[in-house]
């Protein structure tokens, strides 16, 4: 099995909400509330690249020290270090979108880390929450073929 982990923190934005700039943590809720938004989708594509920027260069350096690409059939297991239990894990899991989209835009000296991710690269996902980590709340997520 291979590991990376990511600090919860790519998933947090500054926005303008109730007229005050605030971070936000980008989560299904928050995805929900930005396409309820006039030019909601073009705010929400500017987002998702932003956290993809915060993404790409941790898988970029786990490449660069030996992680190998995902290979096809791969099951994920996502193992969440929440900061407060102030979210559900529903609206975290959420953000899966994010991390395999970053995957798929990551690539070392032309090798993609991620193909695809569509059914005949990613088959299964497995979500655990695994208590509170104020100082580093973070997802490891492992794989394995």
């Given amino acids: ?4 982990v990511i600090p919860l923190t790519a998933f ?3 926005m303008k909400k109730q007229g005050k700039m605030r971070l ?3 989560t299904l809720n928050n995805w929900i509330m930005i396409h309820g938004m006039r030019a ?3 705010i929400a594509n500017k987002r998702k690249h932003q956290i993809q920027a915060k993404i790409m260069p941790l898988v970029d350096q786990a490449m660069v020290d030996g992680l190998a690409p995902i290979g096809a059939k791969t099951k994920f297991k996502f193992d ?3 900061p407060d239990r102030r979210t559900d894990l529903d609206n ?3 953000t899966h979108k994010f991390i395999f989209d970053a995957f798929q835009a990551s690539s ?3 090798q ?3 193909p695809n991710d569509n059914l005949n690269f990613v088959v299964a996902t497995y979500d655990d929450f695994r208590g509170i980590d104020k100082d580093n709340p973070r997802v490891e997520i492992n794989w394995e073929n």
């Fill in 80 to 82: 969440w270090y929440l």
């Fill in 12 to 14: 947090i934005l500054p």
């Fill in 1 to 4: 099995m291979t590991e990376i």
């Fill in 108 to 110: 070392v000296r032309g």
């Fill in 40 to 42: 909601g989708r073009m």
């Fill in 92 to 94: 975290w899991t959420f």
């Fill in 112 to 114: 993609v880390f991620m």
């Fill in 24 to 26: 936000v943590k980008m």
